[in-house]
């Protein structure tokens, strides 16, 4: 949708959300939010499985996204981000909490010398994890990360406390005067 600014311009008014996988159901979760023109992926999680075939939705938006935005730091959250950065073209900021990013990192590298103690696992390897986690912009509660996409407009996005494990967060995504809150789980905060 769309509507009509200031001196007759066209400013976009679009929010829309896509559930790529894991919505409505215990297990790895990923989805789209769009606003106006930007794309935020909300989690980047994997089955343990490494069902690559899962991942197909994920795919199809990898390179055009402009965000991630991380809220626990288990594999259900997680666990795709060093896949897709090799293999899918997600090029895009990566934001999670220190200690997600931190614990994280630690999850993926036990994740990764586990499978290749059990099978030929090739979906990718340590190099992967650290590209991945370096690419991190680590948050403190609170502190604010802004991003724009020409045009002076920009998201700002703001961790808090989600209150059931070490540093997940509940993200607020602010654009203007509008405001969208990200939980995996409840969400306690009304903004």
Known sequence: SARLGTKGTMESALVRFTPLYGSGSVGPLCGLLEVDRFRILLDCGWTEDANIEQLEPLRRVAP??????????????????????????????????????????????????????????TAFDLDDVDDA??????????????????????VKVTPYCAGH????????ISLE???????????????
């Not at 402009?66 to 997600?90: K, N």
């Not at 494990?165 to 607020?172: L, M, P, Q, R």
């Not at 005067?177 to 903004?191: M, Q, V």
Request: hydrophobic content about 40%.
């Open 64 to 121: 055009t996204v402009d965000a991630v935005l991380v809220s626990h730091a288990d594999f259900d959250h997680l666990g795709a981000i060093p896949y897709a950065r090799r293999h899918l073209g997600l090029k895009a900021k990566i934001l999670a909490t220190v200690p997600v990013a931190k614990l994280g990192q630690m999850l993926m590298y036990d994740y990764y010398q586990n499978q290749r103690a059990i099978r030929d696992f």
């Open 177 to 191: 005067d509008r405001t969208f809150p990200f939980s995996a789980s409840t969400l306690p905060y009304s903004w």
């Open 133 to 154: 986690f370096e690419s991190i912009v680590a948050l403190k509660y609170s502190q604010h990360e802004e991003f724009s996409q020409g045009a002076g407009r920009s």
């Open 165 to 172: 494990s070490v540093g997940g967060a509940v993200w607020k």
